[in-house]
């Protein structure tokens, strides 16, 4: 009975977990949303921001004694992979801070969502798993969701849509190269090299071109900046403290969709229609499908 009360305990603490990270997520969102609106550039925001956040970060481990556990390897070799990790993440902030500029964000976070799909789609290719017909439909009902939300006229008129597809395919690209080299470093390790190359490339153009913020923007790019980094810790800690459960904690991932409509309704008085809601509601259907059919592939993004 203990056993039973523990693992029931773990999967609760497990989807409270990913629904803070989704809600974090639609926060950062929001917050990069509206300072895409300020005169204030990527890197200053990203300089600011995560520079902030990892300050604090690095100041935790060194409280905790563990810069030493997750951050120094004994094997030079180890640290390729996550810094490369890093490196190729580079773009990925930049396309999302001009992309939130361009479309509103109760479809921009629908369109993310299709990251699991993305993460199927590479499982097969890089670690060979199969897919079988019944799966393929699975995929093709979510993307037609997502067709559903954005409107096939928004691909025509707005090109930065495919800009977050691609965002969803580098996500699920990581994740799966990641999930094969998990031993390689710590959920803290990944987390901390991932933000660093971004950090540190903003930092050399911030000394070029420096800015002076108002108090409320300050206050927002420290937020925005902790947000990030917060989401990319919760999203790796959930998985490893659920372990063989991911697959019941997996649909709440989709709670962003919800968290994006809120935001944007209060923020920026985006209101979705019901082809929209229609959308959202088959990608949510589809990916819930993907991810109860495919236990062993998500097990693997630990």
Same mark, same amino acid.
């Given at each position: 009975m203990k056993k039973i009360l523990t693992s029931r305990k773990i999967i609760y603490l497990g989807i409270f977990v990913v629904i803070i990270q989704t809600f974090c997520g639609s926060l950062f969102d929001s917050t990069t949303k509206v300072l895409g609106s300020s005169n204030m550039i990527w890197y200053h925001y990203y300089t600011l921001g995560i520079g902030f956040a990892l300050i604090f970060f690095l100041l935790y481990l060194f409280c905790t004694r563990g810069i030493r556990k997750h951050?120094?390897?004994?094997?030079?070799?180890?640290?390729?992979?996550?810094?490369?990790?890093?490196?190729?993440?580079?773009?990925?902030?930049?396309?999302?801070?001009? =992309?939130?500029?361009? $479309?509103? +964000?109760?479809? !921009?976070?629908? &369109?993310?969502?299709? *990251?699991? %799909?993305?993460?199927?789609?590479?499982?097969?290719?890089?670690?060979?798993?199969?897919?079988?017909?019944?799966?393929?439909?699975?995929?093709?009902?979510?993307?037609?969701?997502?067709?559903?939300?954005?409107?096939?006229?928004?691909?025509? =008129?707005?090109?930065? $849509?495919? +800009?977050?597809? !691609?965002?969803? &395919?580098?996500?699920? *690209?990581? %994740?799966?190269?990641?999930?094969?080299?998990?031993?390689?470093?710590?959920t803290f390790g990944y987390s901390f090299y991932h933000v660093l190359p971004i950090t540190l490339f903003s930092f050399i153009i911030f000394l070029f071109d420096p800015i002076f913020l108002s108090l409320r923007e300050i $206050?927002?790019?420290?937020?925005?900046?902790?947000?990030?980094?917060?989401?990319?810790?919760?999203?790796?800690?959930?998985?490893?403290?659920v372990g063989k459960h991911t697959r019941i904690i997996g649909p709440f991932?989709?709670?962003?969709?919800?968290?994006?409509?809120?935001?944007?309704?209060?923020?920026?008085?985006?209101?979705?229609?019901?082809?929209? $809601?229609?959308?959202?509601?088959?990608?949510?259907?589809?990916g819930t499908l993907t991810i109860f059919n495919t236990p062993s592939a998500n097990q693997k993004l630990l």
């Amino acid at each position: 009975m203990k056993k039973i009360l523990t693992s029931r305990k773990i999967i609760y603490l497990g989807i409270f977990v990913v629904i803070i990270q989704t809600f974090c997520g639609s926060l950062f969102d929001s917050t990069t949303k509206v300072l895409g609106s300020s005169n204030m550039i990527w890197y200053h925001y990203y300089t600011l921001g995560i520079g902030f956040a990892l300050i604090f970060f690095l100041l935790y481990l060194f409280c905790t004694r563990g810069i030493r556990k997750h951050i120094l390897f004994e094997n030079k070799k180890d640290y390729f992979l996550p810094l490369f990790r890093g490196i190729t993440f580079i773009p990925v902030p930049i396309i999302i801070y001009y =992309t939130l500029q361009k $479309i509103p +964000l109760n479809i !921009f976070t629908p &369109i993310l969502m299709t *990251t699991p %799909f993305f993460t199927y789609i590479c499982s097969n290719i890089l670690q060979k798993e199969i897919i079988s017909f019944k799966y393929w439909i699975i995929l093709l009902i979510g993307f037609s969701g997502t067709i559903l939300v954005a409107k096939p006229s928004f691909f025509q =008129t707005n090109p930065f $849509i495919f +800009l977050v597809f !691609f965002v969803c &395919i580098y996500n699920a *690209t990581t %994740f799966v190269i990641v999930s094969k080299f998990a031993s390689k470093a710590t959920t803290f390790g990944y987390s901390f090299y991932h933000v660093l190359p971004i950090t540190l490339f903003s930092f050399i153009i911030f000394l070029f071109d420096p800015i002076f913020l108002s108090l409320r923007e300050i $206050i927002l790019v420290l937020i925005g900046g902790s947000l990030l980094l917060t989401c990319i810790l919760l999203y790796t800690y959930a998985f490893h403290i659920v372990g063989k459960h991911t697959r019941i904690i997996g649909p709440f991932f989709f709670t962003q969709l919800i968290w994006a409509a809120i935001f944007g309704n209060i923020f920026f008085g985006e209101v979705l229609d019901l082809l929209s $809601i229609l959308g959202i509601l088959i990608i949510v259907f589809s990916g819930t499908l993907t991810i109860f059919n495919t236990p062993s592939a998500n097990q693997k993004l630990l």
